[in-house]
């Protein structure tokens, strides 16, 4: 996202790769950067970003993941009311803190 002066206020990196397991088709997402400024958290953008992303995703995507920080409670919050669960909690992954890894299956 862009705001009125041209500066970048939020962005989504993610990759995609084959599906790991064999009896799965599809591809897998993950999310690997989502950002959004402080200066525009209220604005609800990082909810924005992520439904236009999601609903964006081809119909050969099965699955999406990603990590989050145990700390960070609002990208938490984003993620469970866009529809991701938790699916495994990783000690220490992100050096003295654990990180969550979480998911979407469609």
Do not use: W
């Not at 992520?50 to 938490?76: E, G």
């Amino acid at each position: 996202y862009v705001d009125a002066t041209s500066k970048v206020v939020a962005f989504l990196l993610h990759t995609m790769s084959p599906n790991a397991d064999p009896k799965e088709h599809g591809c897998v997402f993950t999310i690997s950067t989502f950002v959004v400024d402080p200066s525009v958290r209220s604005q609800r953008l990082g909810t924005s970003l992520m439904r236009q992303f999601l609903d964006s995703l081809p119909i050969q995507i099965h699955q999406i993941r990603l990590h989050v920080r145990s700390s960070n409670v609002s990208a938490r919050r984003l993620y469970a009311a866009a529809g991701f669960r938790h699916l495994l909690t990783l000690s220490n992954y992100f050096g003295n803190e654990d990180g969550y890894y979480l998911g979407i299956d469609k």
